[in-house]
């Protein structure tokens, strides 16, 4: 069973900064898209960003220009910056891995709470 190791959410208030980590454990090379997801009370999980091992990201929308996604240099730890946060990214963000196979074998993290204050 693939585990990943959140860490990095809190309290901050609207237009201040956090920074998510997540550490598989497993070689990247087992999962090499990895990236967040979130949930707000009472709505679906959303994707907020991934990225390849190839560098490739993907973002939502909502948060193009505020959040950077990331890897170490050896592809392994996933990090997530968050700029600019507003009271609409208080969720719980939950680190995501998945295999290259087809189907792809996703795994979850436990998730983190974000909370920003108005």
């Known amino acids: 069973q693939v585990q990943l190791a959140e860490s990095g959410g809190g309290l901050v208030q609207a237009g201040g900064s956090l920074r998510l980590s997540c550490v598989p454990s497993?070689?990247?090379?087992?999962?090499?898209?990895m990236g967040w997801y979130r949930q707000a009370p009472g709505k679906q999980r959303e994707l907020v960003a991934t990225?390849?091992?190839?560098?490739?990201?993907n973002y939502a929308e909502s948060v193009k220009g505020r959040f950077t996604i990331s890897r170490d240099n050896v592809g392994r730890t996933v990090y997530l910056q968050m700029n600019s946060l507003k009271p609409e990214d208080t969720a719980a963000y939950y680190c995501?891995?998945?295999?290259?196979?087809?189907?792809?074998?996703?795994?979850w993290g436990q998730g983190t709470q974000v909370i920003v204050s108005s």
């Open positions: 995501y891995a998945a295999t290259a196979g087809t189907p792809p074998v996703s795994f």
């Open positions: 497993i070689s990247a090379f087992a999962i090499p898209i």
């Open positions: 990225e390849n091992l190839g560098g490739v990201t």
